[in-house]
């Protein structure tokens, strides 16, 4: 379980997915069969922090944990090494916001649980 | 005799800054409160609503990281006065960010002045040799209660530095330092308490200017050097008034000031406060200049630094953003914007 928890962890907070060793695809989140070779051979491997924005909307509904942050840009990211990121975009300017803009990863609260649980840290990118 | 200061000079070998992209002109605050005019500074530096200490020390410290080229921290402490959680570390939080396991981590808390503290005991570490490199945060998401003036100055951010063996990466050495306190009651928050109090005649002259004037005279004594030996020197930065004037007190002028000076920009970051000074400061130093740090905390106490600037400042400028970027790339807010982020406003 700890070891898991780790895992989890190390995927939220430093956007760690996974390498093919057979024919170096890469994949975020993890996955533990090469969906290009079929080998199993996944190696840890932290993703790189930039990309660019593929497609992007404007949350106005609040989802269960996320209702003292509407309205919220909701965007799928391609990192340059070509894994797909579905993230917050923050701290960015509206007019920024936009398909092909360049973003980078940052780490930030990603959900409170009430005034006495746990605080849950995770990935959002900004407009760089 | 009271000197501090290792038998292996350690060394900054990386730093980071952050400022987090939300300003608040203190107009806002007085049109709400007094119904009119501005603080003591133009505008104060805000968190967002998912940002608290241990998302803007990440941000710094993957900086400072970055630029020190290490892969391996034997030490990872922040120094803050708002930990996200009264009982569970920052630090661990920062460290598993960073990929950091086998390391010593902690908290360390001072008021203003927990960032320094931090310096000083890496230095202390990698100096005795039971470390290689570690790293030190100060860095704040201070609240003052609304309306009370501490709310014009109270404000978020910090910096980070990665302190290692001085050699050819070292972008300044730190080559002294000395520590004064005393039992002064300033300014405190006790446990489950939202906002802290303060006695405002307590302070300026008894516990600001006696503590850093004490710190920084030991350090002048104790080494000889006298004001006009430093081409910068940065004090903490409670608002813009304090660190001009403990400065004309000890023999400063305006020129060696003014750049680590971010108050009336961003406000009072706490224990990030004067951190952030020596990045802004370290932005622009030149190998063979010559650096006084002085930070202060309520409660009371002072640390002063002399650094020495190296010629690893030249390789490594540029490869983290710069204090005057991130004060470029902000966005005013109004008053209740900043109630909603700040936890003042409930849907
Ligand atoms: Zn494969």
Known sequence: ?128 | MYLMQSKNRAAILGYGAYIPYYRLPTTEIARVWRGGGSGPNVEKAVASMDEDTVTMAIEAARQAVAMSGLDSLGAVFVGTESKPYAVKPTSTIVAQALGQHHTLAADLEFACKAGTEAIQVITGLVGSGMIQAGLAIGMDTAQGRPGDDLEYTAASGGAAYVIGNKGEGAIAVIDCSTSFVSDTGDFWRRAHEKYPRHLSRFTGEPAYFYHIENAVRTLFEETGHKPGDFTYAVFHQPNPRFPVEVATRLGFTMDQIKTGLLNPMIGNTYSGSSPIGLAAVLDEAKPGDKILLASFGSGAGSDAFCLDVKDGITKKRGKSPTVKSMLQRGTRIDYSTYSKFRDKLHK
Request: with cysteine; proline share 5%; net charge positive.
């Open chain 1, 1 to 128: 379980m700890a070891i898991q928890s780790w895992r989890i962890r190390d995927r939220y907070y430093r956007l760690v997915g996974s390498r093919c060793a057979s024919c170096g695809a890469e994949y975020f989140p993890p996955v533990y069969r090469c969906r290009e070779c079929g080998s199993d051979k996944m190696k840890d491997k932290e993703m790189p922090k930039t990309g660019r924005i593929v497609t992007y909307t404007q949350l106005h509904e609040p989802l269960p944990g996320f209702e003292a942050q509407v309205p919220f840009y909701l965007a799928l990211v391609e990192l340059e090494n070509g894994a797909r990121v579905l993230t917050q975009v923050v701290d960015s300017p509206d007019e920024a916001v936009k398909t092909g803009a360049k973003v980078k990863a940052t780490v930030r609260r990603a959900k409170v649980e009430g005034e006495s649980g746990q605080i849950i840290y995770g990935y959002k990118f900004i407009v760089a």
